[in-house]
């Protein structure tokens, strides 16, 4: 099966996924007392990374599951270059 995401078309939800990766990252290394903060920002990235989805079409084209899993393919190929 094709991958829903286009790398030029839907390259600002890339940059979307890519903020969720990044903000996982940052939590996932967090040793300190208090990781809500960190939490709230990953929340946050990854509440407007599942607006701008199901805002661009794909969500209603392809249902949820392959648009997340094609953005979250295309955002992995972006990060290894």
Request: charged share 30%.
């Amino acid at each position: 099966m094709a991958n829903v995401i286009d790398p030029e078309r839907h390259a600002h939800l890339i940059d979307l996924q890519l903020k969720v990766f990044a903000a996982d990252r940052e939590l996932m290394a967090y040793t300190g007392d208090d990781p809500e903060p960190l939490r709230e920002t990953m929340r946050q990235s990854a509440a407007e990374k599942n607006a701008a989805l199901e805002e661009s079409g794909l969500v209603a084209e392809h249902g949820w599951n392959a648009a997340e899993q094609g953005l979250k393919q295309a955002a992995r190929a972006a990060e290894a270059g």
